[in-house]
């Protein structure tokens, strides 16, 4: 049986064979909810690669020692896979963001794309954020990931492309194109240059992979011609037409096995 993991900053400072001592953040839901005490092994992430593990020495509800057995630092995967979540009604767009999450997304970017009918109003924003965030931290401790994604900041609209870099590979989700998201991604595998896959000659391969993921109604045509003119490219998930809050997944699924990861 996998051991509970827990989430604390404080864990990048632990050495083995030392006893670590964690706050009410661990201690409160390990005694109370998990119901663990000495002798009970668990492990602690900090988000960024570090893993902990250890058997409880001492714990109460506001504090728990920690004798550290091991620590291990997983380093990020090259490329990292990026999701472009547009804004959706009925927290669909949490449920893409958790699921991705899951599966392995290396950073997640909020976009109130032309057509969203959310909105992250600029009185409610810094709430709308955390709660992504707080999606992404569960979502990350259920799947026992040592590094969480990073969440970045909402962009909107055509303002999305000049978020991009030039080692960008990207690919816009879209139901109209002809070019399967399979295909490309087959092609760039082939090829050997994932930059061949975004039409750049003799560039680097690419330190991002990123999916774009419209609204339930679609990406406009201006912020098609604008992701477009950066090198991204239109493909088609398959014969069906998925939600807002299941395309991504269904895409970064594929990306992971094109790059042998799964």
């Known amino acids: 049986m996998s051991l509970p993991v827990f989430f604390s900053p404080q864990s990048a400072e632990a050495v083995t064979g030392q006893v670590l001592t964690f ?3 661990v201690a409160g839901h390990a005694v109370r909810v998990r119901r663990l005490g000495p002798g009970d092994e668990l492990e602690v992430v900090d988000g960024s690669g570090t893993r902990v593990r250890g058997t409880v020495s001492n714990a ?13 630092h997983t380093r990020a995967d090259q490329p990292r896979l990026v999701l472009v979540q547009a804004l959706a009604k009925g927290d669909r767009d949490l449920q893409a963001i958790e699921t991705a999450t899951e599966i392995g997304v290396d950073e997640v970017v909020p976009w109130a794309a032309e057509r969203s009918i959310a909105d992250w109003p600029t009185k409610k924003r810094d709430k709308l954020a955390a709660k992504w965030d707080n999606v992404i931290r569960a979502a990350s401790l259920q799947a026992r990931r040592s590094r969480f994604p990073l969440r970045h900041d909402l962009v909107r609209g055509t303002g999305l492309a000049a978020t991009l870099s030039e080692t960008d590979t990207v690919y816009v989700l879209h139901e109209a194109a002809e070019l399967r998201l399979s295909q490309a991604l087959s092609e760039s595998r082939s090829a050997g240059i994932w930059s061949a896959a ?18 339930e109604g679609g990406v406009s045509d201006a912020e098609l011609d604008a992701l477009a003119a950066v090198g991204a490219k239109a493909v088609l998930l398959g014969p069906t037409v998925l939600r807002s809050s299941s395309a991504g997944a269904a895409g970064l699924v594929m990306a992971q096995n094109s790059l042998g990861r799964w």
């Open 23 to 25: 706050g009410e953040d």
């Open 60 to 72: 109460s509800a506001n504090e728990l020692g920690l004798h550290v057995a091991s620590v291990t």
């Open 198 to 215: 975004s039409g750049m000659e003799n560039s680097p391969d690419p330190e991002r992979i990123v999916l774009v993921v419209g609204p």
